[in-house]
């Protein structure tokens, strides 16, 4: 186990790229949409994603003493679960995609938390990149809120990680402008890029849908699901209203969520 905490960097970092690589190809061969942005727009766009991700990683590293892995390891080597629970891998994955689910609607629907995560919403083109534009903040918030199912779960290292990769790969997969063939059924189990962009549309009632990653049932259970965007998926406007055109420079993103 003790190997594993030393290689979750370089697993985790295996698994990113390598399927960062795979949705990059995909949405170049079979786009869903349009991109009409100049390339020199596009790859500034892209390197700030990726230095909000840097930074992110970052703040982890500086604020935590060590990873969720990490910490997953040491409840369970201490016997700290506060309900002294082990719980299984496939249930724990299962407990952590339904928290994320409630997490990424609690901060929809607060005021503050909505300050940090319409960073991530107001990209007004949605591709793979989108996947790794959140606030750092919102990066640790959510890191907490793990802790806290890991202590209250007793949630195993591996569970941890695999969940970790999952969601990071979905993440990925779902905010790419890639064509996926047979969506109408995929979305009966995942989350799909089709499902997911209704989320990012400019309408208020289709921007507090959808909020699932991974597993797309937890929407039609708690009644979150729209399953088209009104103006269709071609014709869509993504972003929000109060940021026309969108924001792509690392400041502006950074500061957005200590602005009005």
């Not at 869903?32 to 990683?57: C, D, F, G, Q």
């Not at 959510?142 to 990769?165: D, H, N, Q, Y």
């Not at 088209?228 to 957005?256: A, C, F, V, W």
Request: proline share 5%; glycine share 6%; charged share 15%.
């Amino acid at each position: 186990m003790n190997d594993l905490i030393a290689n979750e960097p370089q697993i985790r970092l295996f698994a990113f790229l390598g399927i960062l690589a795979i949705m990059i190809v995909w949405q170049v061969l079979k786009p869903r949409r349009a991109y009409v942005k100049p390339i020199k727009e596009k790859a500034k766009r892209w390197a700030n994603h990726s230095l909000m991700m840097v930074i992110s990683t970052l703040l982890l590293r500086l604020a935590l003493p060590f990873s969720a892995t990490a910490f997953a390891l040491y409840i369970a080597d201490n016997d700290l679960s506060l309900f002294g629970i082990s719980t299984p891998l496939v249930l724990g994955v299962i407990l952590l995609d339904c928290l994320i689910y409630w997490q990424h609607r609690i901060f929809h629907k607060v005021p503050l938390l909505w300050k940090l995560h319409r960073v991530h919403h107001s990209d007004e083109t949605l591709d793979v990149t989108s996947a790794i534009r959140f606030h750092p903040i919102e990066i640790f918030l959510s890191m907490l809120i793990k802790f806290l199912a890991i202590w209250l779960f007793g949630l195993s290292a591996v569970t941890v990680l695999v969940f970790e990769i999952i969601l990071n790969g979905m993440a990925m997969f779902n905010h790419s402008n890639a064509r996926v063939p047979g969506d109408s059924i995929l979305r009966w189990l995942i989350v799909t890029p089709d499902m997911h962009r209704v989320h990012h549309s400019v309408y208020g009632r289709e921007t507090n849908s959808n909020y699932g990653f991974n597993i797309s049932l937890w929407d039609r259970i708690f009644g979150s699901y729209i399953a088209q965007p009104k103006d269709g998926h071609e014709n869509m406007t993504i972003g929000l209203n109060e940021y026309p055109g969108g924001e792509s420079r690392l400041k502006g993103l950074l500061l957005m969520p200590f602005k009005r």
